[in-house]
């Protein structure tokens, strides 16, 4: 169950910190996410918005310049899902992988 509005907000109190108007976890330095926000009934500020929008939008440019190639699990996993001779596509990278 996720706490009410008053309780979440009392919870960033102690594990955010607040940087330029967007608060970030002090366990990873990442953004809470606006859906920690609006589960709650609460409107995220507009900066975080535009944080967590950024910070999603860095992360993909570097997974997309850097792919990892499958690994042996992943190629069973996926041949075991989509059958031999399927041509899969990660829609992050665009990268395809044959089953």
Known sequence: MFSTPEEFLEEL??????RDGVYYWKSNDRTVPPSCWTVRGLVPP???????????????????????????EEAFEMRAAFGPGVEV???LTGKRFKT
């Open 89 to 91: 596509v990660n829609i």
């Open 46 to 72: 507009k900066e975080q918005e535009k944080a967590r929008d950024e910070e999603t939008a860095k992360f993909l440019a570097k997974l997309r310049a850097n792919p990892q190639p499958v690994t042996d």
């Open 13 to 18: 109190k102690t594990d955010a910190t607040l």
